[in-house]
């Protein structure tokens, strides 16, 4: 399989979330989604005037973000 190929099927299986949902998810305010997505720290796609933000990205950044107290 070409490489274009390749990369468009394993671009079709990532799931994309709005910054509403990623903030639900997280717990906070979607301005602190937008903050991250615009410092960088939480890579997201432009899609019009709104951003996508894959899943993986967000699964990723809680677990460089996780805290351990213990």
Known sequence: ???????RSGLAQVQFLT???VAS???VSKMTVYRLVHS???PAVRVGKS???PEKAVHAYL???YFDAG
């Open 63 to 65: 677990e460089n973000a």
């Open 1 to 7: 399989m070409p490489a274009k190929e390749n990369e």
């Open 25 to 27: 998810m997280m717990r």
């Open 19 to 21: 910054v509403a949902e």
């Open 51 to 53: 951003f996508r933000v």
């Open 40 to 42: 960088g720290e939480l």
